[in-house]
């Protein structure tokens, strides 16, 4: 069993084993240069797959670190939308094109998400046809395919929030703005995320099976659209009395561990909606995942278990955090499950794998710190 431990503070030599951010383009050389990530050598395995630039998860031969090459002129753009979450497409792709163009950069490619393929397979497409940044606008469904379309790429994913969640841009701290967006992405702010992976699934904020994905469940598109984040503290209501788990939990190698729980969380990074921080010390690039096993018995503890998450407490009661490269959840039952905030298909079983260095994001260059929404100056 591996507890989570506190995480170290960032040091101004950027030594705290984390993947540094890439500074921005130096003079153009007289022919391309490449930059290397650093990634932590006490993981186990980084960077690209042998599948790259297909999207294609599971099991991967991968270096040592990523490289990357490094431009300093124009480069090329696409954006994916989902257009039954975004309103205003016109004025949106206007405001991109715009954008681009004042930076000196090409017209972008289109493509539109649809119900059969909400951005996985446009995202690859995208790829394919040359794009080094890809833009996606949409709720977090649209990003979690496209982040399943780009990982093990080299093209960078910009996020342009639309819908109600947008858990990676809150946990990232990317604006909510498109324009400035876009900007961030002209600007060559990169970084590289892990992404957790589920039945060839890929997820980059949290999987979780119980009470979050009743939760889930139960909010519907009509209620988020009339209330917004409200609709989430709703459906909560009608669960906090909802019979508790039996599970066995398996992290790594290490003797599983047997439970009764609400919900097991297993998180890339930290924050739920609003920004609440659930999961103090997740890191997007750590090369591990955080587990949260939640077990409020009454309704007290319910109460005791949120406060001591709002005000961030040491530790909380009635919750334990452990973290590993490998999660394997296994319930007494059939349990509904969600990744970053799709519901999937109810099972007994839910087992999380760490895809290290996966995924280049368009960010802000944080100040020395490892928190890269505290560090963005559109802190959350």
């Not at 939308?81 to 017209?107: H, M």
């Not at 669960?239 to 790594?252: E, N, Y």
């Not at 407490?313 to 334990?320: D, G, I, N, S, W």
Request: negative net charge; aromatic residues 2%.
């Amino acid at each position: 069993m591996r507890a989570a431990s506190p995480r170290p503070p960032a040091e101004a030599s950027g030594s705290n084993g984390r993947s540094p951010q890439l500074s921005p383009p130096e003079p153009a050389p007289a022919a391309p240069t490449l930059e290397r990530a650093h990634v932590d050598t006490n993981q186990k395995a980084v960077a690209t797959p042998a599948t790259a630039g297909t999207g294609a998860v599971g099991e991967h031969p991968e270096p040592a670190d990523r490289q990357r090459v490094k431009h300093d002129g124009p480069l090329r753009t696409a954006v994916v939308v989902n257009p039954a979450r975004v309103e205003g497409l016109d004025e949106l792709r206007a405001t991109i094109e715009e954008t681009l163009a004042a930076a000196g950069w090409p017209v972008p490619l289109w493509f539109e998400t649809t119900p059969e393929d909400p951005g996985a397979g446009q995202a690859r497409q995208a790829v394919a046809e040359g794009a080094e940044v890809v833009f996606v606008s949409g709720g977090d469904g649209t990003v979690r395919s496209c982040v399943q379309g780009l990982a093990g790429s080299e093209a960078a994913l910009a996020v342009l929030p639309a819908g109600t969640g947008n858990l990676l841009a809150t946990n990232l701290g990317l604006p909510d703005d498109p324009t400035e967006g876009v900007r961030l992405a002209v600007d060559r702010g990169r970084h590289l995320l892990d992404i957790g992976e589920v039945d060839g699934q890929a997820f980059a904020v949290m999987a979780g099976m119980g009470f979050d994905a009743k939760l889930l469940e139960d909010a519907s598109t009509t209620l988020k659209a009339r209330v917004g984040s409200l609709a989430y503290v709703l459906s909560a209501l009608k669960h906090l009395r909802d019979r508790p788990m039996r599970v066995q939990i398996q992290i790594d190698d290490d003797p599983p561990l047997r439970r009764r729980a609400r919900t097991v969380v297993v998180g890339n990074v930290g924050r739920l909606q609003g920004g609440v921080r659930l999961l103090a010390d997740a890191e997007p690039d750590n090369g591990q995942l955080d587990v949260a096993i939640l077990a409020p018995r009454h309704l007290t503890d319910w109460v005791a278990l949120a406060w001591g998450i709002l005000r961030r407490h040491e530790h909380v009661p009635r919750m334990e955090v452990l973290r590993g490269s490998r999660i394997t959840i296994t319930s007494d039952r059939d349990q509904p499950c969600q990744l970053d905030g799709d519901v999937i298909d109810p099972r007994r079983v839910l087992a999380a794998t760490v895809r290290p260095a996966a995924l280049w994001l368009c960010v802000y260059q944080p100040d020395r710190s490892p928190d890269l929404a505290e560090g963005s100056p559109n802190k959350r």
